[in-house]
């Protein structure tokens, strides 16, 4: 059973910093494609990094030089660091699994992420 829990997430002033950290189990974070996505109020889900098994990293232009995803083969955890945080970055912030081997697609219960202006 594969299981995603986020922790990292809290208030912070707009300029700040926060890192998540996606602790996984069940599942390989060095042999899945991981990513963290957000979701706002009233705003689709959207993608805001990806990590592949080989190690390249993908960002939209909206987070590209701000926020750095990483992993940690050891501990089998993802981790956003996100820097120069603005408001419009408040929401909750999943982390995602997808599994190349079965082909699941798993995701964690969220985290809040509230930056204040």
């Known amino acids: 059973q594969v299981q995603l829990v986020e922790s990292g997430g809290g208030l912070v002033q707009a300029g700040g910093s926060l890192r998540l950290s996606c602790a996984a189990s069940?599942?390989?974070?060095?042999?899945?494609?991981m990513g963290w996505y957000r979701q706002a109020p009233g705003k689709q889900r959207e993608l805001v990094a990806t990590?592949?098994?080989?190690?390249?990293?993908n960002y939209p232009d909206s987070v590209k030089g701000r926020f750095t995803i990483s992993r940690d083969n050891a501990k089998n955890t993802v981790y956003l660091q996100m820097n120069s945080l603005k408001p419009e970055d408040t929401a909750v912030y999943y982390c995602?699994?997808?599994?190349?081997?079965?082909?699941?697609?798993?995701w964690g219960q969220g985290t809040q992420v509230t930056v204040s202006s």
């Open positions: 990590i592949f098994p080989g190690g390249t990293t």
């Open positions: 995602n699994a997808r599994d190349l081997t079965f082909g699941s697609n798993n």
């Open positions: 069940g599942i390989s974070v060095s042999r899945s494609v």
